[in-house]
Nanobody, 128 residues
Framework: QVQLVESGGGLVQVGGSLRLSCAAS????????MGWFRQAPGKDREFVVG????????DYAESVKGRFTIYRDNAKNTVYLQMNRLEPEDTAVYYC?????????????????????WGQGTQVTVSS
C-alpha cells in the first residue's frame, strides 16, 4: 500500500520560511515523479511544483518561482519543498502526490490526473 505523509507545515510570518517533507512508502520511490499541490480555503486545489524521478527536471507554478525549491532524497524516500519569502497568498493545505507511471518525465506535471496517490496534507499559514 502506497503511503505519503507530509510534515513541516505551521504558522509563519510574512517573509519567513518553511520546509515541507513528504515521506513515501509502498513503492520504489526513486522511479516516480513527485508533485506538490495546495488548496486554499474556498479555492480549488492548484499545482505548485513537480520533480522528475531522477530529480533532473522540475516544473514550478509561476506564483512560486524563485521562492520555492523542490528536491528529493531517493535514499530516504523523501521529497522536500523549501519555501522562502512566504506570502499570505501561500496559506493553504499542501499535498504531495506520486506519479502513476514509473520512469516517466511527464509533460504535464501540473495535471492532477498524472498522480495516483496523495498524502493527507499539511497546513501552512502565513500571517501578515
Amino acid at each position: 500500500q502506497v503511503q505519503l505523509v507530509e510534515s513541516g507545515g505551521g504558522l509563519v510570518q510574512v517573509g519567513g520560511s518553511l520546509r515541507l517533507s513528504c515521506a513515501a512508502s509502498g513503492r520504489t520511490f526513486s522511479r516516480y515523479t513527485m508533485g506538490w499541490f495546495r488548496q486554499a480555503p474556498g479555492k480549488d486545489r492548484e499545482f505548485v511544483v513537480g520533480i522528475s524521478w531522477s530529480g533532473r527536471r522540475t516544473d514550478y507554478a509561476e506564483s512560486v518561482k524563485g521562492r520555492f525549491t523542490i528536491y528529493r532524497d531517493n535514499a530516504k524516500n523523501t521529497v522536500y519543498l523549501q519555501m522562502n519569502r512566504l506570502e499570505p497568498e501561500d496559506t493553504a493545505v499542501y499535498y504531495c502526490a506520486v506519479d502513476q507511471v514509473p520512469f516517466r518525465t511527464p509533460s504535464d506535471y501540473d495535471r492532477e490526473g498524472t498522480y495516483d496517490y496523495w498524502g493527507q496534507g499539511t497546513q501552512v499559514t502565513v500571517s501578515s
